[in-house]
């Protein structure tokens, strides 16, 4: 890395930094004892589109540091069921199984169905993203297969009529995910939550209906 490489990261670090530091959501996020401000995400989707009930058994991909677990593990009480899964470790919650592992490895995943132990899922949630490289082309197919292979974990374990949110990157193979969702549900809505930054090409899509 040369010596203007050099600086201009340390820029970028410090500008994201500053900009973490004052961020409305991080401040709300620490005063209200969420883990982190993508739980806002999550509750602006699900007080539009009323996702998560008392009584489910819910799946959550990608959970660490666990804000999405910590909201789903409130409106799933008391008699819900919630496992969590990331491939770093994540404090336990309560009410809450977690496992550590990788999603795409085939171990995981039977860990995984062990856990559920048959019961079939009415919630998939993914916020999984891969570690970026900064290669566009190459972080675009990562963030792709790992919806893909959230897509395939529903075909096989979401109950009818079941529900599924996953984290997205606008970009290449987006529409051709999108309508591979629709061949499983009855239908395919793109969400945009307000905590999400403006200048990230993050977007959610969610799935409704398990056909």
Same mark, same amino acid.
């Given at each position: 890395?040369?010596?203007? *490489?050099?600086?201009?990261?340390?820029?970028?670090? +410090? @500008?994201?930094?500053?900009?973490?530091?004052?961020?409305?959501?991080?401040?709300?996020? +620490?005063?209200?004892?969420?883990?982190?401000?993508?739980?806002? +995400?999550? %509750?602006?989707?699900?007080?539009?589109? +009323?996702?998560?009930?008392?009584?489910?058994?819910?799946?959550? /991909?990608? @959970?660490?540091?666990?804000?999405?677990?910590?909201?789903?593990?409130?409106?799933?009480?008391?008699?819900? %069921? /919630?496992? #969590?899964?990331?491939?770093?470790?994540?404090?336990?919650?309560?009410?809450?199984?977690?496992?550590?592992?990788?999603?795409?490895?085939?171990?995981?995943?039977?860990?995984?169905?062990?856990?559920? #132990?048959?019961?079939?899922?009415?919630?998939?949630? @993914?916020?999984?993203?891969?570690?970026?490289?900064?290669? *566009? $082309?190459? =972080?675009?197919?990562? $963030?792709?297969?790992?919806?893909? /292979?959230?897509?395939?974990?529903?075909?096989?374990?979401?109950?009818?009529?079941?529900?599924?949110?996953?984290?997205?990157?606008?970009?290449?193979?987006?529409?051709?995910?999108?309508?591979?969702?629709?061949? $499983?549900?009855?239908?395919?809505?793109?969400?945009?939550? =307000? #905590?999400?930054?403006?200048?990230?090409?993050?977007?959610? /899509?969610?799935?409704?209906?398990?056909?």
């Amino acid at each position: 890395m040369s010596l203007n *490489e050099s600086g201009k990261k340390h820029r970028h670090n +410090k @500008s994201w930094m500053q900009e973490h530091v004052n961020d409305p959501y991080v401040k709300r996020a +620490k005063a209200e004892g969420w883990r982190s401000r993508a739980a806002f +995400k999550l %509750i602006e989707i699900d007080a539009k589109d +009323k996702l998560l009930k008392p009584g489910m058994t819910v799946v959550d /991909l990608g @959970s660490a540091p666990g804000s999405w677990s910590q909201v789903a593990a409130r409106k799933i009480k008391p008699s819900g %069921i /919630l496992v #969590a899964l990331d491939l770093l470790e994540m404090e336990p919650i309560p009410d809450t199984t977690f496992i550590r592992g990788d999603f795409r490895e085939d171990e995981v995943l039977a860990r995984l169905e062990e856990t559920l #132990a048959g019961r079939q899922v009415d919630l998939v949630l @993914s916020d999984m993203a891969p570690n970026m490289s900064g290669v *566009e $082309v190459s =972080d675009q197919a990562r $963030v792709m297969y790992l919806a893909e /292979l959230t897509l395939d974990f529903c075909r096989s374990h979401l109950k009818p009529g079941g529900d599924l949110l996953v984290k997205v990157f606008m970009g290449s193979g987006f529409e051709e995910l999108r309508n591979q969702m629709r061949e $499983v549900f009855a239908q395919v809505h793109v969400r945009k939550p =307000d #905590a999400s930054r403006d200048r990230s090409a993050e977007t959610f /899509l969610l799935a409704r209906g398990r056909k």
